[in-house]
Every structure is written in C-alpha cells, then in structure tokens.
C-alpha cells in the first residue's frame, strides 16, 4: 500500500508535530478586535436574550461529550493513502479554525471581564467549547502520527484585524455555516454508516450545537446594535461577508472533492445544500442574503472553482517565478470577475420593516 502520509514527505517542527499550513486567501484566518470598542458597547436593547443563552453556556450540555471511547483504539492504516492525507488536512484546518475561535474568544473574555461582564462570560465559555473541539480534532490528528503544536501556532499565525461590526457578521456566520457542515454530515452518515471512515462524525451532532449556540449568541449582540444591521453599509457589508464565506468554502471543497467521495458525499451538493440552509439562517438576522437560487450562481461559483483548479496547477512545476506568475493572472482574473458578478447580483431583501432591528 502506498501510503501519501509518509513521515519524509510531510514537514515536522519535530517528530510527530506537524509544521501548521501555510496562510492563503483560503485557509482559516487568525482575529483580534478593537477591545475597547467592544467593551463600551450597550447590550441593554437585547440585554434579555443575551442573558438568556448565557444560562445555556453555563448548562454546558457536552460537558461530557468529547470523551473517546474505544472506537477509537485501533489501527487507521487500512484508509488509502489519499483518502488518509485528505482527512489528516481535513482535521488540521478544522483543528485551526477552532483554535482561532477560541483563541478571540478567550482574549475577548479577559479584556471586557472588567468592563461588560455579561459579555466576558459568554466569551469565555464558548472559549471553552472551542477549546475542546480544538483538542478533540487535534488528538484525532494523533492517530494518524501527526499533531498541531498549538502554542506555536498561536505565535507563528498572522493576525487579521477587524472592527467589531465585521466580527460579529464574520462569527456568524462562521458558526452557523459550521453547524450546517457538521449536521448535514451527520445525518449523511447516520442514513449511510458504511461511509463512516472514522468516529469522529458520531460526535457531530452534538458538536453542531455548541456551532449552532455559538451563532445565536452573535446575532443576539447584532440586534442589540442596530447600527450593525439598519443602514445601507450593513446591507453591502452583509452581502460581502456571506459571498466571502460562501465561495471560500465552495472553492476549498471542490478542490478536495475526493475527500467527500469517500465519505458517499458529492462535494458540489453538499456545498449547494449547506450554502443554501446557511444563506436562509441568515436571513434571520441580516437585512438581506444572496439569491442563492438564481441560475446563475453556482454556474458562476462552479467557474470560480474549475479557474481556482487551473491556479494551483500553475503554481506547480519547476518553471521561474515569472512564468508561473503570468500562468496565474488569467484565473485569477476569472475568480476576480466571477465573484464580482456574484456581488452585484441582486439579492433578496429580509427586512420586514424599514429601520427594524428583527
């Protein structure tokens, strides 16, 4: 069998300690804030429901969830060698974006403690939810002989600045489109089991709901400011955020496509059905969405994709920087152009009455 993990074939910071992917345009992003704007902030229009999933936060419902059990205990050898190498890269991008959350969550935590309280708290207990996915993704890792070293990821990460208002739209929709990913999963391979290449898809359900949580928390604070989601920037804003989180996902599963062939799933419905359930969650909240049923806009999503292919293909071989460097522009002019279209499709109105926080 040949097996794609091979120890001389993957970088280590030492032996079994996996050297962190490296940061493009498509990998999960690392986040600090404006902490004084975020503590002076007043909650008190939605200071009720804040409290309210507070108490949820303090229930802890997976207190005891993420324990592995004996499913786990055995050997991971017998997956193929591509499948094996997608789903390592699977856990690690998945293992980052937990750590980035709870790495925010808990700065965020220890400079509004003093300030706004009530907030301190919510951080710090989905901080600690976050910590535990992170772990739990991390260890999954170790049995495939690999593992993040989180410190140094927490040193070594570039760290995108975002005024508050963008946090909110960003962790939004980055929970709710993870409880969709993770829910839709599971349900898959509820339904399919014979696809369920390892045992951490059973801990998906209750997974998602920390997600899911997580998500209501940040549209409970955006209704408190209706600033963040009543005026005409926040109805441009709103459309960037979910273009942005849409077409990065897109792009990044149509090009690991294989790894959802071995899990019985088609990555462009899967995609579709995950930006779609997403898309209507929003709505919820934001003043508009994307008119994601528009014939047009997988059409120009799946060309975003086939032209994000053709750009990693240029980025191979031994030809000078240049010559790859001009291979690139035309495909990444077509994203470009395709994803501006897709901005400037018109989208679909939410708001119920003009100026309502909903």
């Given at each position: 069998?040949?097996?794609?993990?091979?120890?001389?074939?993957?970088?280590?910071?030492?032996?079994?300690?996996?050297?962190?992917?490296?940061?493009?345009?498509?990998?999960?992003?690392?986040?600090?804030?404006?902490?004084?704007?975020?503590?002076?902030?007043?909650?008190?229009?939605?200071?009720?429901?804040?409290?309210?999933?507070?108490?949820?936060?303090?229930?802890?419902?997976?207190?005891?969830?993420?324990?592995?059990?004996?499913?786990?205990?055995?050997?991971?050898?017998?997956?193929?060698?591509?499948?094996?190498?997608?789903?390592?890269?699977?856990?690690?991008?998945?293992?980052?974006?937990?750590?980035?959350?709870?790495?925010?969550?808990?700065?965020?935590?220890?400079?509004?403690?003093?300030?706004n309280p009530l907030l301190a708290e919510c951080f710090l207990l989905m901080s600690r939810d976050e910590a535990r996915h992170a772990g739990f993704?991390?260890?999954?890792?170790?049995?495939?002989?690999?593992?993040?070293?989180?410190?140094?990821?927490?040193?070594?990460?570039?760290?995108?600045?975002?005024?508050?208002?963008?946090?909110?739209?960003?962790?939004?929709?980055?929970?709710?489109?993870?409880?969709?990913?993770?829910?839709?999963?599971?349900?898959?391979?509820?339904?399919?089991?014979?696809?369920?290449?390892?045992?951490?898809?059973?801990?998906?359900?209750?997974?998602?709901?920390?997600?899911?949580?997580?998500?209501?928390?940040?549209?409970?604070?955006?209704?408190?400011?209706?600033?963040?989601?009543?005026?005409?920037?926040?109805?441009?804003?709103?459309?960037?955020?979910?273009?942005?989180?849409?077409?990065?996902?897109?792009?990044?599963?149509?090009?690991?496509?294989?790894?959802?062939?071995?899990?019985?799933?088609?990555?462009?419905?899967?995609?579709?059905?995950?930006?779609?359930?997403?898309?209507?969650?929003?709505?919820?909240?934001?003043?508009?969405?994307?008119?994601?049923?528009?014939?047009?806009?997988?059409?120009?999503?799946?060309?975003?994709?086939?032209?994000?292919?053709?750009?990693?293909?240029?980025?191979?071989?031994?030809?000078?920087?240049?010559?790859?460097?001009?291979?690139?522009?035309?495909?990444?002019?077509?994203?470009?152009?395709?994803?501006?279209?897709?901005?400037?499709?018109?989208?679909?109105?939410?708001?119920?009455?003009?100026?309502?926080?909903?």
């Open positions: 069998m040949v097996d794609s993990l091979k120890k001389p074939e993957i970088a280590e910071l030492r032996p079994g300690v996996k050297v962190p992917a490296k940061d493009t345009i498509l990998t999960p992003r690392f986040y600090t804030t404006d902490f004084d704007e975020m503590a002076t902030m007043d909650i008190s229009p939605n200071e009720d429901e804040l409290r309210a999933i507070l108490e949820e936060f303090r229930t802890d419902y997976n207190r005891h969830h993420f324990v592995r059990n004996e499913e786990f205990q055995q050997s991971w050898d017998h997956l193929d060698g591509e499948t094996r190498a997608l789903f390592v890269e699977f856990l690690e991008r998945s293992c980052t974006a937990e750590f980035s959350g709870f790495l925010l969550y808990k700065e965020l935590s220890r400079k509004l403690k003093d300030r993704l991390n260890k999954a890792m170790s049995d495939f002989g690999l593992q993040l070293d989180l410190g140094f990821l927490t040193e070594s990460k570039s760290y995108t600045f975002f005024k508050p208002k963008f946090i909110f739209y960003a962790t939004y929709l980055s929970e709710k489109i993870g409880y969709w990913r993770y829910i839709t999963i599971f349900r898959h391979l509820e339904q399919h089991p014979e696809h369920r290449i390892y045992p951490i898809f059973k801990f998906f359900e209750n997974w998602c709901q920390d997600e899911n949580r997580h998500g209501d928390f940040f549209d409970a604070i955006m209704k408190s400011q209706p600033s963040i989601l009543n005026d005409w920037k926040a109805r441009l804003w709103s459309r960037f955020f979910l273009l942005s989180v849409f077409a990065t996902m897109f792009l990044n599963d149509i090009q690991r496509s294989s790894f959802y062939a071995s899990l019985g799933l088609n990555a462009r419905d899967y995609d579709i059905h995950v930006i779609q359930k997403t898309n209507e969650t929003a709505g919820r909240v934001f003043p508009l969405i994307l008119n994601v049923d528009h014939p047009n806009f997988f059409k120009l999503l799946d060309e975003a994709a086939a032209a994000n292919l053709k750009l990693m293909e240029a980025g191979n071989g031994n030809a000078p920087g240049v010559v790859k460097l001009l291979k690139k522009v035309p495909h990444v002019a077509k994203i470009g152009v395709n994803l501006l279209r897709l901005y400037l499709m018109k989208p679909i109105d939410t708001a119920r009455l003009e100026g309502s926080v909903r």
